[in-house]
């Protein structure tokens, strides 16, 4: 009976005490689609909030569809958490992050740092740590008021655009991940917006488009890369899935273009440590097949299909080449993530020695490329 | 529970009032006294202001008289004066002749098949009232009984509530004959044993048990035998009355027996080592011990192919997740976890609960009360009416609700599917339990979220596996776990696979199957 008795007065409490403490209607919540950060006067922080309107949304349901089916709403304040409390002052309902899947962040403030918004982003209960981070030339509220095309929403079509696989996906945490591990620096995704016809005199309306990525050394912003060159580092981070490479051939063979299909690449990057001198190996293969050739070459043909493949070889090394380059040369930011292999390759000499002055040495280390390249397919024609 | 055992005292002490209140008929243990005259004024007594209490007198050899007592309606007239009047009338060619005719040489003459022979005046009134015919002979200390009953009834009919597209279409009747007859003829065996019992001081409805002897387990018949026994109720008008007697846990909204029309799934179980109880007057047969998973099988999963059956059956726990929480997990992710919908999904739904005045909660209570009532009209009204009232119930619930924005599409949705599930078990009382504990879980979700339906979800386990149904546990074989039976809980097996009864209640004799080994 006493145990009864105490499982009763168990249960009335723990409904009647914790019961409803957040509940919140359906109804009552604004609806965040997309978050932008920019840095506005110096040092303050302006927050970028792209809100649904549900009621315009969704047509059919409540009657008229007029009006725009987002609201943006922005606020200043030394943190994000600051600038979000004084939007809130602005709006009827609660503000609700979970439903956001993308994260725009502004140049300027990229090159100030960004720790503090990811940190927010992720210690924060309510915005999710699997939305997509991307980085801006200009001002993140541009993109954020910017229409949309397809969907209701236009950041459902940001986040539909990373998730293709054009580019890099790059969560929030990928980012703090790269960020928080020594021997790799973060990148993300770079976004813009484009014309969306090109070369024609109409005056036709802007898209977003994913264009690049922004190159990161510790929190902060030192430069961009732009799509051609983010193939290389696809390349080299083993995450090429899709992509078509143009080969041309010399004019003494005929000239004209071939064009192949990536089938499948992978990429092994491998540290060698000999009398004290670091050199990077990194194996590239590739299978190809054709879908273009405006050539004169037969490629039927087992003497010319390898020569394809020597020209498709040089031109991959080509391209990791140039981006290996400007990563050291130009930007000395490791997003190969060459720290890591050593590490994981050499953890006694990288502890003694390459921890602390990896910058140094990243900028000084030998890459060599051996790339392989198979043409498998040649297409269905003569 | 504490607070159950206490009423359940209580009602005890109510017992020994009930009983001295109840009417029975005493005093009739005295032995017929021979005199005719007598005997007769006393009977006759005895049934005074019943209209349909019948006699005739006959005289036999113009030296003995005779008469036949009997109950209008109960007993068979054609019959009775073929069998009965007819030879006694014409018995002068057939009687010995000797000085003195006794009641025995009646045996002779009737051409009854039954005839049995009483002594006293207890006898001779159940007789009657049981609707047997009553031959009182002058001088005679004993009398014979004839049956030769038969009465109006309903023939046998396709069960109504357990309906099945392949399978046997014979459904039980109110007569008990009947209804045993039928489970004989599916059993051609010695081991299927009935017996029969009385219950209800006034009705004196006649129940029978029924098992395989050799399968059934000793101390479950006689569990059965002896919670039979200890009913003391004035009347019994259905097996429903028993269920509540004999149940457990008569608290709990589990069915702890089963109900059945269907004469093949009482066979069904029998071979399973269960004990089945046939009351008269109701064509609902009685299954105890029994499981939550056979609750949840129909007959015509044994009909079926197996591989459609297992997906069947799978559909059917599926959808009684659904019947159970489909509405609580919506009103706990509309109103405490918007961040698990897909991001079109919340717009929708914001959308649509946009002009909505209530919480999602008093909504759900609001339509899911509504479709109750619709059920409980439809279900009511004869059946031409019937129709009109989900007609209406369907424009004005459904459609003009949410056209006037007082209710939101989702919800009627919600409601739909989920009044839809609540229908998918062939267990009638298991789907009041399910329909009921839906409430306490809008309860749980509305209060406490996702936390408040876990919590609802991990009380109902608990009381489930505490219960028992004639000792046996209510959800074997998963607690406790035996993993041959689960050869028919999830999925169905094909017959040459399930080759043991299950181990709950059929122990006694496992094999099921001549030979042990497999088809394949």
Redo the contacts between chains.
């Keep these: 009976m006493k145990v009864m008795r105490m499982l009763l007065i168990w249960g009335i409490t723990l409904i009647m005490l914790a019961g409803c403490w957040n509940r919140v209607e359906i109804n009552d919540i604004a609806i965040v689609t997309a978050i932008g950060l920019d840095l506005v006067e110096e040092d303050q922080l302006r927050l970028t909030l792209q809100v649904a309107v549900p009621s315009k949304l969704v047509t059919g349901t409540t009657g008229g569809s007029s009006g725009k089916s987002t609201i943006v709403i922005s606020e200043t304040g030394a943190s994000v958490s600051e600038a979000y409390r004084n939007i809130q002052g602005k709006l009827s309902r609660r503000i609700f992050f979970s439903q956001s899947r993308v994260l725009l962040i502004g140049e300027d403030l990229a090159k100030k740092g960004v720790f503090h918004i990811v940190d927010f982003h992720t210690r924060y209960a309510e915005p999710r740590i699997n939305s997509f981070i991307m980085f801006t030339k200009g001002k993140a509220s541009k993109i954020i008021n910017s229409m949309p095309k397809f969907e209701g929403v236009s950041a459902e079509e940001m986040r539909e655009l990373a998730k293709m696989s054009v580019g890099f996906k790059i969560y929030v945490r990928d980012f703090l991940n790269m960020l928080l591990t020594e021997g790799i620096e973060p990148f993300a995704s770079q976004f813009t917006l484009k014309p969306l016809e090109v070369n024609t005199k109409n005056k036709s309306g802007e898209a977003q488009a994913v264009n690049g990525i922004a190159v990161f050394k510790g929190d902060k912003l030192v430069g961009w890369m732009d799509e051609v060159e983010t193939r290389g580092l696809l390349w080299l981070r083993n995450e090429i899935k899709t992509g078509v490479i143009t080969v041309n051939i010399p004019e003494e063979k005929g000239g004209g273009n071939i064009s192949m299909e990536i089938v499948r690449g992978e990429t092994n990057i491998v540290p060698i440590l000999k009398r004290g001198e670091l050199k990077l190996d990194v194996d590239v293969v590739t299978e190809l097949s054709v879908i273009e050739n405006d050539s004169k070459l037969n490629l039927f043909d087992t003497k010319v299909i390898e020569e394809i493949q020597t020209y498709a070889e040089e031109k991959i090394s080509k391209r990791i080449e140039m981006i290996v380059e400007k990563a050291q040369k130009e930007y000395e930011s490791d997003i190969f993530g060459f720290g890591q292999s050593v590490y994981k390759k050499y953890p006694k000499e990288w502890n003694t020695h390459y921890k602390e002055n990896w910058e140094n040495e990243f900028a000084q280390t030998k890459v060599a490329i051996h790339s392989k390249a198979f043409v498998r397919r040649i297409g269905l024609i003569k | 529970?504490?607070?159950f055992r206490q009423m359940k005292r209580l009602s005890a002490k109510n017992k020994p009032h009930m009983k001295e209140q109840s009417v029975q008929e005493q005093g009739n243990n005295e032995g017929l006294t021979g005199n005719l005259e007598e005997d007769f004024q006393r009977i006759k007594q005895l049934f005074e202001g019943a209209a349909d209490f019948a006699y005739r007198e006959i005289e036999i050899n113009a030296a003995y008289s005779a008469l036949i007592l009997y109950l209008n309606g109960l007993v068979n007239v054609e019959r009775m004066e073929l069998h009965v009047i007819h030879p006694l009338v014409k018995a002068n060619e057939k009687l010995p002749r000797r000085a003195e005719i006794t009641i025995d040489d009646m045996k002779g003459i009737l051409s009854s098949a039954q005839v049995k022979q009483g002594t006293t005046f207890q006898e001779v009134i159940d007789q009657i009232l049981a609707g047997g015919t009553i031959l009182l002979m002058n001088g005679s200390k004993s009398a014979l009984f004839i049956s030769e009953q038969s009465w109006e009834q309903r023939s046998v009919d396709e069960p109504v509530s357990e309906a099945v597209v392949l399978g046997p279409r014979e459904g039980f009747t109110e007569n008990i004959r009947t209804n045993g007859s039928m489970i004989r003829r599916r059993l051609k065996t010695t081991k299927l044993k009935f017996e029969y019992m009385k219950l209800g001081s006034l009705s004196q409805t006649e129940v029978m048990i029924t098992y395989l002897e050799d399968i059934a387990q000793h101390s479950i018949v006689e569990e059965v035998r002896s919670r039979l026994n200890r009913i003391e109720i004035d009347a019994i008008e259905d097996s429903g009355y028993i269920v509540e007697f004999i149940e457990d846990q008569p608290f709990s909204l589990f069915p702890q027996v089963l109900q059945t029309e269907r004469p093949d799934r009482v066979v069904g179980n029998l071979l399973e080592g269960k004990v089945g109880i046939l009351v008269a007057n109701s064509p609902f047969a009685l299954i105890v011990p029994v499981t939550f998973f056979e609750m949840m099988n129909s007959p015509e999963d044994y009909y079926g192919r197996f591989i459609i059956t297992s997906f069947i059956r799978f559909i059917r726990y599926l959808f009684l997740a659904v019947a159970l929480l489909f509405p609580s997990i919506y009103i706990a992710v509309?109103?405490?976890h918007?961040?698990l919908?897909p991001?079109?999904l919340?717009?929708?739904?914001?959308?649509?609960?946009?002009?909505?005045p209530f919480?999602?909660v008093v909504e759900a209570l609001l339509m899911e009360i509504t479709f109750e009532a619709l059920r409980e009209a439809g279900l009511r009204l004869p059946r031409p009416i019937g129709s009109t009232v989900s007609i209406v119930g369907a424009l004005v619930v459904g459609q003009a609700a949410v056209e006037a924005?007082i209710v939101s599409?989702p919800l009627v949705i919600v409601v739909a599917t989920t009044g839809i599930a609540s229908f998918m078990f062939p267990s009638y009382p298991l789907t009041g339990a399910i329909r009921l504990l839906r409430f306490f879980m809008i309860f749980?979700a509305?209060?406490?979220?996702f936390y408040?339906i876990l919590?609802g979800i991990f009380f109902i386990s608990v009381h489930l596996v505490k219960l028992r149904s004639f000792g046996v546990p209510y959800m074997a074989p998963i607690a406790p776990f035996h993993f041959n039976n689960l050869k028919d809980i999830f999925i169905r097996a094909p017959w040459w696979k399930i080759n043991e009864r299950p181990h709950e209640t059929g122990k006694r004799n496992l094999k099921r199957l001549s030979s042990r080994k497999p088809k394949y």
């Design positions: 529970m504490k607070i509309t109103t405490f918007h961040e919908l991001t079109n919340i717009f929708s739904v914001a959308a649509s609960r946009e002009k909505v919480p999602a924005g599409a749980l509305a209060t406490l979220g408040g919590l």
